[in-house]
């Protein structure tokens, strides 16, 4: 379940770092919300809007559990990454999900070190069958 939830988070990595584009976002609403189901866990989510040069377009967008310090009043400008013409695929620049990055890149190098392992092994014992039959064979003429 970790390497699968790995896997999407550094394939959004990825997508950010080839496709990203920063643009100043403006705020447009606070608003204080519980995001615990026990016991009040207070986070600010924050209505923002911005420019998507691709497109061409105004996108209004709103990012969750966001500090209660965060110091930024509705009206005021601050930087955002997003991915052109991807509604919702925007974050606030420099939130970057490096630790799941790296359990993916982790994962992926340990799963192609087990894939040769295994392979090498299959081919050895192939090979020890072939030459099982090969003296059997032998042994019968």
């Known amino acids: ?6 896997t999407c ?3 959004w990595e990825l997508r950010y770092f080839l496709q990203g584009r920063t643009a100043l976002a403006t705020v447009d609403g606070i608003q204080k919300v519980d995001v615990a189901r026990k016991g009040p866990v207070w986070r600010l989510e ?3 809007s911005f420019k998507d040069e691709l497109a061409d377009r ?3 967008e709103h990012f969750l559990n966001v500090p209660l310090s965060w110091p930024h009043p509705v009206g005021s400008t601050f930087p955002i990454q997003y991915v052109p013409q ?3 695929a925007s974050r606030l620049e420099g ?4 630790v799941p990055t ?3 890149v982790v994962c992926l190098i ?3 070190i087990y894939g040769g392992i295994v392979l090498r092994q299959a081919r050895r014992a192939v090979r020890e069958d072939e030459a099982f039959e090969s003296r059997r064979r032998h042994n019968r003429e």
């Open 86 to 88: 991807s509604p919702g």
């Open 102 to 104: 790296i359990f993916f």
């Open 1 to 6: 379940m970790l390497f699968i939830v790995s």
């Open 46 to 48: 924050v209505g923002y």
């Open 9 to 11: 988070l550094a394939w």
């Open 95 to 98: 939130d970057r999900h490096i």
């Open 58 to 60: 105004i996108r209004s």
């Open 110 to 112: 340990g799963s192609v």
